[in-house]
């Protein structure tokens, strides 16, 4: 499974750059897998739901299958949030994983940077950007700038990056 991450400061529209590729990506027949880090406490469950009392009684993991989906949901309890690697392992294997977020972590990323947002830019610190996709010109750049609107070639970008090959 091929990782691929794509990191910004907060605003900068990496969400918006991942639902707009992946349909790019499927398109062009590769499993395609997604994995977003949150910088601050969640929820996907709700006050009412049998699983949110589950998980309040105090069980470490519920898991709530139907015949459309099944979701994990894992109480850490105290102990330290886990490593990427860790979350990959529990993962079903895909052509590609692009990961959203853990932007210090040491794995390839595409940077996405709008100048507006008076953030630095992170590729001056960070060896494993390898590229960066932004709204203008991005002045001293040691590596390839991608315009952050054209998609198509940032799709292109991430399967030759990553070396994809379609399944036979």
């Known amino acids: 499974m091929k990782l ?17 590729l ?5 398109r062009r027949g590769f499993r395609v897998s997604t994995m977003k880090h949150a910088h601050h406490g969640f929820d996907v469950d709700k006050p009412g739901k049998d699983s949110h009392s589950h998980r309040e009684a105090g069980a470490t993991e519920v898991l709530v299958s139907s015949g459309t ?37 040491a794995h390839d990323k595409l940077e996405i940077y709008r100048e507006a947002n008076g953030k630095p830019l992170m590729a ?17 750049l040691d590596r390839p700038r991608l315009d952050l609107d054209d998609v198509e070639a940032i799709a292109q970008f991430i399967v030759r990056h990553c070396r994809l090959e379609r399944a036979a």
């Open 69 to 105: 989906r099944w979701a994990l949901m894992h109480e850490n309890r105290g102990a330290p949030e886990p490593r990427l690697e860790d979350l990959i392992a529990r993962m079903t294997p895909v052509d590609l994983l692009i990961v959203e977020g853990f932007k210090s972590h």
């Open 4 to 20: 691929f991450g794509l990191a910004g400061w907060s605003g900068s529209g990496k969400t918006t750059l991942m639902v707009r």
């Open 22 to 26: 992946l349909p790019l990506l499927i």
């Open 124 to 140: 001056l610190a960070d060896p494993h950007i390898v590229a960066v996709a932004s709204d203008g010109p991005v002045p001293g």
